[in-house]
């Protein structure tokens, strides 16, 4: 695998360009020089002296950016006018916008749509509140809540900075499965106060996802959000992620050709994703897995101040290894990092089982370059939409809510995620299954659409499925 560039750093540069004196060529040969991969040109004004272009440009990072415009600016016949990054382009204003479905062409409709007419739908509502699934956005509609405490891999960044990813989530959750979200952040990290907030916002919406909200902080606000709603509570970092990872090695153990029981798996990063991957994998059936943090392997021997981690050394670790992550990787079938970059070495894989599989998850860098990790690895999986393998819950959380509110869920149980695990792993065929094709990619349409019809069915079977087959559309 070449090195190739960042595409999350593509620059337009805007340059004038004396006529006189300089070609595109030597543009080209300039920018070229300096390491820029050009991916697009546009012309914007010409005139007899000068010609004014924007040059879309590729950089590995913001000081390679920097050099090519010293070497631009260093050019006789070269003026650059501003630098704009292309992903900070895509930010303005945000990325998301509420659109009414109906437009309101004259007072008619306006007296239906809003007052006096509103009143009657109102009042059908307060007489029979489950009318609100069928009356107003409530049906299709999730609220994607954070903290902003464990945001991506960077941390407890604060509401204001984690907008852009629960935007992000907002626009995945409308593209891939036509299921409406408003991305909410709360300026607090109370739990009492997050679990009062939720609750008091849920009459407008069929679902809440929770995101990015650290562990194990999040472990408690998800249980009591569950017990205290009757709609979907379902924290996107542990189950989404953990429905896509079960699908990833469903797969990957395919092409290495071993069973799941006969596993050895070692998860790096016992946090909100850590702990629930580690818990679909055992249920899948999974004996031997082994977990990592800051304090070393999670064993018996210790208290943790994490119940969690007492938790998972009581169901882990069937040898109460103890040390580090060179001691657990020993003879590893799979690696599974949910911590952040630059944990996982070149010697770890050498040490690791023959044919190892490598899911390094943490984003938005993993805890091993694949370029670095390749010649060592069967099966390479990262989190990231620049590399083969996507291991990224965007697989799961659309599909999964449009599932459950499609059937008028009541939860999302371990059936429902089971079930969509399985869906997501059948996409890719055995004909096209191969080690650089162990997970179908996020802009497969099949994807949303397999995953809900299974989330459906196993709603139905387990019991939490609330729209009956006889619902009637009289409004009187
Ligand atoms: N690919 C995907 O779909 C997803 C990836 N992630 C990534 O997984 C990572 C963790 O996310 P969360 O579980 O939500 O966060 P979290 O904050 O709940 O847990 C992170 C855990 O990793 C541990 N950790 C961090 N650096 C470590 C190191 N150097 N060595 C050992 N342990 C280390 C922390 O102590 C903590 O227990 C993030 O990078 C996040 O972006 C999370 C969810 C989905
Ligand atoms: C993908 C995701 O949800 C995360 O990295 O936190
Ligand atoms: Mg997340």
Redesign the pocket.
């Known amino acids: 695998m070449a090195l190739q560039h960042n595409v999350g750093l593509s620059l337009i540069f805007r340059l004038e360009l004396e006529n006189s004196s300089t070609t595109f060529g030597k543009l080209a040969s300039i920018i070229g020089e300096a390491g820029g991969d050009i991916i697009a040109v546009d012309v914007i004004r010409v005139s007899k002296e000068t010609v004014i272009r924007d040059v879309n440009i590729n950089v590995f990072d913001r000081e390679h950016g920097q050099k090519i415009v010293n070497a631009l600016d260093a050019a006789p016949g070269i003026k650059v006018i501003n630098v704009s990054d292309r992903t900070f382009l895509m930010h303005i204003g945000g990325k998301v916008e509420v659109t009414p479905k109906i437009k309101v062409k004259n007072r008619d409709d306006l007296s239906r749509v809003y007052t006096p007419h509103v009143a009657r739908v109102c009042q059908a509502i307060h007489e029979d509140p489950s009318k609100a699934f069928q009356l107003t956005i409530k049906r299709n509609t999730v609220a994607v809540v954070s903290d902003g405490t464990?945001v991506?891999?960077l941390?407890d960044i604060g509401p204001y900075a984690a907008m852009p990813v629960m935007e992000g989530k907002a626009m995945l959750f409308k593209q891939f499965a036509g299921v409406d979200s408003f991305p909410i952040c709360l300026d607090t990290k109370d739990p009492d106060e997050i679990v009062r907030i939720v609750k008091a916002i849920a009459p407008a919406f069929g679902g809440i996802n929770l995101e990015?909200i650290?562990?194990p902080r999040?472990f408690e606000i998800e249980e009591r959000l569950k017990e205290e709603l009757d709609i979907p509570v379902f924290h996107d970092?542990q189950h989404?992620?953990a429905v896509?990872l079960l699908a990833g090695l469903i797969n990957a153990a395919k092409v290495v050709g071993k069973r799941l029981k006969d596993l050895k798996v070692v998860v790096?990063?016992?946090?909100?994703?850590?702990v629930a991957c580690s818990k679909m994998v055992l249920a899948a059936g999974v004996k031997n897995i082994i977990g990592?943090?800051?304090v070393g392997i999670l064993n018996r021997n210790q208290d943790y101040d994490n119940n969690m981690w007492d938790w998972y050394a009581k169901n882990t670790n069937p040898l109460n290894l103890t040390g580090t992550l060179d001691d657990a990787i020993q003879g590893a079938d799979v690696f599974i990092g949910?911590?952040?970059p630059g944990?996982l070495k070149v010697e770890h894989l050498k040490s690791m089982a023959k044919d190892p599989i490598v899911f390094a998850?943490?984003?938005p860098n993993p805890e091993i370059d694949p370029e670095e990790a390749e010649p060592y690895v069967r099966v390479m999986a990262t989190?990231r939409s620049d590399y083969p393998n996507q291991?990224?819950?965007v697989l799961c959380f659309p599909g999964i809510f449009k599932g459950a509110l499609e059937c008028r869920a009541s939860t999302i149980n371990e059936e429902m995620k089971l079930a969509a695990a399985r869906a997501i792993a059948s996409v890719v065929t055995d004909e096209e299954l191969s080690e650089h094709y162990i997970i179908p990619s996020v802009f497969n349409k099949r994807v949303a659409e397999v995953v809900s019809k299974a989330v459906i069915e196993a709603a139905y079977d387990t019991g939490v499925a609330r729209r009956g087959d006889v619902t009637s559309n009289n409004n009187f």
């Open positions: 464990a991506l891999g941390g990015d650290s562990s999040c970092d989404g992620t896509v790096v990063g016992i946090g909100a994703a850590g990592v943090d800051r949910l911590s952040g944990v998850m943490a984003n989190g291991i990224n819950n």
